[in-house]
């Protein structure tokens, strides 16, 4: 038999022809079509973090890729429901379940599980309803990739509201002590603020609106004679000494009724000086960290706790002040809605806290910054400003939900004398810190900081000092350090108002 007639034995894989390049498109295009469950197999959970705040809830997944989630969200019993795709349940996301703290506003509990193969199920319990955004953020400075879920309220809080609560609360012992001897209080807390500011004071107003027992018809009898001279605005917006004079000119025949009506609701009608102060950086964005651990949100929010303590022990002419903190705890507040809040509640002057931080430990001292329209007054303070605008990115802003026009149309709105007062507030404040400490510059800088664009606030931001300086962290991290601070600041609070007394509340837009 010859050779030649032998059957051939079938090609086997060795033998077989190479793939046509039509043959290694249709592969290719096999894995391309796998989608984006199947290209995230793999990605790993690098840790899990719960951020509470009485304004809102965020749960953040941080893996070292981009993870694929599909949300639900059910109403009755309020829960979000969240799909991760391409991942198996694993301990960093069982983790979660533990991070919910009793306190929390808005999250009851957790759960997790397995829902299928390739799929973790992440149930959200609530305690109210909420209006949930889901979103994710790229790799950003120290982190990774991110999932965050934020969880705000369907009927958000009115921060004015707030103090006005807390102005009755602390107004309340006093009216109780003083029932029997009312002569008393009314020439040491009520003459003083009560003829000027009450006219043209809304809050005022509202605060007699809340007080039922006394302010009632009591309260409602200044109003018309505020709205027949609104053209006076400038007058009463000084403290105690001007104004006190026109009203009984101004109204003879009714000295009778006012007179009764002034020894009543003193507390009711006084001006509130309202001082912002905005803690730096928050939540996800823990800002400069010193060499030994120290995280500047921690720092300037001790600082401006102790700050809140003295202003909301203060009097301006007789007119008492109270602190509006733009965060009062750990959590991320993105720049504008900072500007926004200290606006919503009117507020006289927005002080920005902040510790410093450089590439080289050597650098030291306290700063005071204001606004500029025309750039930056050095390079330093401009290097300082897009380091400090940068705090969105960290702290996770979600982009999609951000109004860009508006955004642009408020930071372009600034006016010359704000930013001249704000520099008269700077001068003041800088004065008095460096009576505590070294400061890194003798004047107020200037530069593009976005959270100092209120068109109608004077606003500063203080770099205390340099963090990453051993030494300055160290005294940052000492209580009666931060008393200091917090001292010499209230002293320029009250230096800039004894030259640039408080305006009526009813600014002109």
């Known amino acids: 038999m010859s050779r030649s007639s032998l059957p051939k034995a079938p090609p086997t894989a060795l033998t077989r022809r190479p793939l046509t390049r039509r043959q290694w498109l249709r592969t290719g295009g096999l894995v391309l079509s796998l989608g984006l469950s199947e290209l995230a197999w793999g990605a790993t959970i690098v840790a899990v973090r719960v951020w509470p705040a009485p304004e809102y809830s965020r749960v953040t997944i941080e893996s070292d890729g981009a993870l694929v989630a599909k949300h639900t969200f059910v109403a009755n019993p309020p829960r979000l429901a969240v799909d991760l795709e391409g991942i198996e349940l694993n301990p960093a996301l069982k983790e979660l379940v533990a991070k919910v703290k009793a306190d929390d506003p808005f999250i009851s509990g957790i759960r997790v599980g397995q829902y299928a193969p390739g799929v973790v199920r992440l149930v959200i319990d609530l305690k109210q309803p909420a209006l949930p955004q889901v979103f994710s953020l790229p790799p950003v400075a120290a982190y990774q990739h991110r999932l965050v879920f934020d969880l705000y309220p369907t009927v958000e809080a009115d921060p004015l509201e707030a103090l006005i609560a807390e102005r009755l609360q602390d107004s309340k012992p006093k009216p109780q002590v003083d029932a029997s001897p009312r002569p008393n209080p009314a020439p040491t807390m009520a003459t003083a603020p009560r003829p000027g500011p009450a006219p043209a004071d809304p809050l005022g107003e509202l605060i007699a609106q809340h007080q039922p027992g006394k302010g009632g018809a009591v309260a409602s009898a200044p109003v018309p004679a505020s709205s027949a001279s609104p053209a006076l605005r400038p007058s009463p917006s000084l403290g105690a000494g001007s104004p006190a004079t026109p009203p009984p000119t101004a109204s003879p025949p009714s000295a009778p009724t006012t007179a009764p009506a002034a020894t009543k609701p003193s507390s009711a009608t006084d001006r509130l000086i309202i001082i912002a102060l905005d803690p730096g950086h928050g939540g996800e964005d823990p800002g400069a960290t010193g060499p030994s651990g120290t995280r500047e949100k921690d720092v300037v929010l001790s600082i401006a706790?102790?700050?809140?303590?003295?202003?909301?022990?203060?009097?301006?002419?007789?007119?008492?002040?109270?602190?509006?903190?733009?965060?009062?705890?750990?959590?991320f507040v993105p720049l504008h809605v900072r500007v926004d809040k200290a606006r919503r509640v009117q507020a006289d002057l927005f002080v920005s806290i902040h510790a410093d931080a450089f590439i080289t430990p050597?650098?030291?001292?306290?700063?005071?910054?204001?606004?500029?329209?025309?750039?930056?007054?050095?390079?330093a303070a401009r290097w300082m400003a897009d380091k400090?605008?940068?705090?969105?990115?960290?702290?996770?802003?979600?982009?999609?939900?951000?109004?860009?026009?508006?955004?642009r149309a408020l930071l372009d709105m600034s006016t010359t004398a704000q930013i001249n007062d704000s520099l008269k507030l700077g001068s003041a404040?800088?004065?008095?810190?460096?009576?505590?400490?070294?400061?890194?510059?003798?004047?107020?800088?200037?530069?593009?900081?976005?959270?100092?664009?209120?068109?109608?606030?004077?606003?500063?931001?203080?770099?205390?000092?340099?963090?990453?300086?051993?030494?300055?962290?160290?005294?940052?991290?000492?209580?009666?350090?931060?008393?200091?601070?917090?001292?010499?600041?209230?002293?320029?609070?009250?230096?800039?108002?004894?030259?640039?007394?408080?305006?009526?509340?009813?600014?002109?837009?």
């Open 305 to 331: 706790h102790r700050l809140r303590e003295r202003i909301n022990n203060t009097t301006v002419n007789g007119n008492p002040m109270r602190a509006y903190m733009t965060r009062d705890a750990d959590f």
């Open 429 to 509: 404040l800088l004065g008095e810190i460096g009576a505590v400490g070294r400061l890194h510059k003798p004047k107020v800088e200037q530069a593009g900081f976005a959270v100092l664009k209120a068109p109608d606030i004077p606003s500063v931001l203080v770099e205390t000092a340099f963090i990453s300086n051993p030494e300055e962290e160290a005294r940052l991290r000492s209580p009666e350090y931060q008393d200091q601070l917090a001292d010499a600041v209230m002293r320029g609070i009250q230096r800039y108002f004894s030259r640039n007394p408080p305006l009526a509340r009813n600014r002109s837009t």
């Open 388 to 407: 400090e605008n940068k705090a969105d990115q960290v702290g996770g802003l979600n982009v999609r939900v951000q109004d860009a026009t508006v955004q």
């Open 362 to 379: 050597t650098a030291r001292g306290a700063s005071v910054f204001a606004l500029s329209q025309s750039g930056a007054s050095s390079s």
